[in-house]
C-alpha cells in the first residue's frame, strides 16, 4: 500500500522561498511516479509538477523556472523547491503517486494522495 507524508509547508513573504517534502513509501520504483498538485480555496486541484520513474520532470506553466521537483528513492523522499514565491501559489500542496504515467494535468490517474501541507504567501 502506497503511503504519502507531505512536510515543509509554512508562510512566507512574496518572493520567499520553501522547500517541501514527501516522505513516500510501498511504490515500486521502477513502475511507479510521483508528482505535486495544489489547491486554492474555491479553485480546483492542479497540477505543479511531477517526476518519473528515470527522474525526468515536468512542470506547469504556472511552476516553471521557480520551482524544482526531485526525490531521492534512497531516503524515499520527494522534494519540491518553491523559489520566487507569489501570493497566488498560495494553497494546499499534495503529493500523488501513480502507475506508469504522471501529467501534470491529469489528477484522476494517481491513486494515492497525501494529507497536505499548507504554503501561505503574503503581499
Known amino acids: 500500500q502506497v503511503q504519502l507524508v507531505e512536510s515543509g509547508g509554512g508562510s512566507v513573504q512574496a518572493g520567499g522561498s520553501l522547500r517541501l517534502s514527501c516522505g513516500f513509501s510501498?511504490?515500486?520504483?521502477?513502475?511507479?511516479?510521483l508528482a505535486w498538485f495544489r489547491q486554492a480555496p474555491g479553485k480546483q486541484r492542479e497540477g505543479v509538477a511531477s517526476i518519473a520513474q528515470d527522474d525526468s520532470s515536468m512542470y506547469a506553466d504556472s511552476a516553471k523556472g521557480r520551482f524544482t521537483i526531485s526525490k531521492d528513492n534512497a531516503k524515499g523522499r520527494m522534494y519540491l523547491q518553491m523559489n520566487g514565491l507569489r501570493p497566488d501559489d498560495t494553497a494546499i500542496y499534495y503529493c500523488?503517486?501513480?502507475?506508469?504515467?504522471?501529467?501534470?494535468?491529469?489528477?484522476?490517474?494517481?491513486?494515492?494522495w497525501g494529507q497536505g501541507t499548507q504554503v501561505t504567501v503574503s503581499s
Open positions: 510501498g511504490l515500486r520504483l521502477n513502475t511507479d511516479c
Open positions: 500523488a503517486a501513480a502507475h506508469w504515467y504522471c501529467p501534470v494535468d491529469e489528477p484522476n490517474v494517481y491513486i494515492a
